[in-house]
């Protein structure tokens, strides 16, 4: 792991990203903060306008003299721009810690990775628990709707800002894939190569399904307020645990289920008749939504979700997916896993296709895993070779030094 570098030099001081202190909940956050669409606003696909908001990011690397080796690292739902260090709150190694570093997969000593908080979340980016610059009050149910395609334009415009015309790849996995698809159809000219894992064209009707029973979860907790829980001095934490666990289920396979925990007793040789946690697993599903109400912030959660249910590339695009990528020059490598149920291959596949029906430049890849869709996140070895042999090729093509 490398620490964050600086940004690039040659900047006026006053718009140079500094390393800076962020203090959320009385945590210090460090690493990069920028404020963005100060000139011009950011418009969002719900109509609204978003001017000089904050974006939270760090980088990992240098960037080379011609700016070519930039490589943007999109997170999921529940990640954040903390990819590859400790994170500041659970003191974890960052989610891609295994992928991110001096002779890794994404290597630092090759290239310059960038990961950005994404619009709508709560590490530092705008988002409903950050302050409205209006009424000086946290956002809330205030802040507009946002999509993949707002997250997405903001991101370019953290781009603009560190002067990186071009992208020499752009990766991620979930909703970080559903991020590169939407950069290979918006700016298919700033995108040299595109790595989306574990995603599809649109979010199905089941995973809609399975985010409104998190958000009802959230909003069924009566410390949620209605939305005001930050101004009331209130956390709905207890609804936003619950909406954690029933997510949770969904990124592990019952494979993967069986053999951490099968029927296996949590501290005790028999049940208890009783409620308390009997099984290993009711106690790990327990665990993961507690830790994960010190991180995350309930109303991002709503806006993030539903962020992902709106994606759909074939609705923007006459309902023909393959008109997103009409003659695109961006190389693809698409990446699935075997045991993911919640983006099954067939999914996957369907980008494969769109990318064929206009002759795209792609590659794919079938991952053996029993890990489920949480399996990106894992350490696959034949993972890191397909990603890496891709990234080696995609860089000769580039010109880049090996």
Known sequence: MTAPSTPPAGQPESQTAKQQDRRTDGIILPGHRVQLARTEPLHLDCGVELSDFTTAYQTYG?????????????????????????HPITGKNGWWDMMIGPGKTLDT???????????GGCMGTAGPREINPATGRPWSLDFPVITIGDMVRAQAL?????????????????????QVLEWASLFPERVFAAMPIACAVRHSSQNIALHEVGRQAIMADPDWCGGDYLNQGKRPHRG????????????????????KFGRRLQNRRSVTYGFDA????ESYLRHQGITFVDRFDANSYLYVTRAMD???????????????????????????????WLFPTEENREIVHALNAVAANVSFAEIESDGGHDSFLLDKPEFRRVLGGFLNG???HRGLPT
């Open 240 to 259: 936003l645990a619950v909406a954690r666990m029933a997510a949770h289920i969904s990124y592990l396979s019952e494979k993967a289920m069986h053999r």
């Open 394 to 396: 995609a860089a000769q």
């Open 109 to 119: 000593e090759r290239y310059f990775v960038i990961c950005a908080n994404i619009l």
């Open 158 to 178: 953290l781009l603009d800002h560190l002067e990186i015309e071009k992208l020499f790849a752009v990766t991620g996995g979930s909703m970080g894939g559903m």
């Open 310 to 340: 709106y994606f759909d590339l074939a609705e923007k695009h006459g309902g023909v997916v393959a008109n997103a990528f009409r003659d695109t020059p961006v190389r693809f490598c698409i990446i699935s896993f075997t045991s993911d």
């Open 62 to 86: 240098t960037l080379n003299a011609d700016r070519s080796n930039a490589i943007l690292v999109c997170h999921a739902l529940t990640g954040d721009q903390f990819a590859a260090e400790p």
């Open 278 to 281: 009997d099984f290993q697993v």
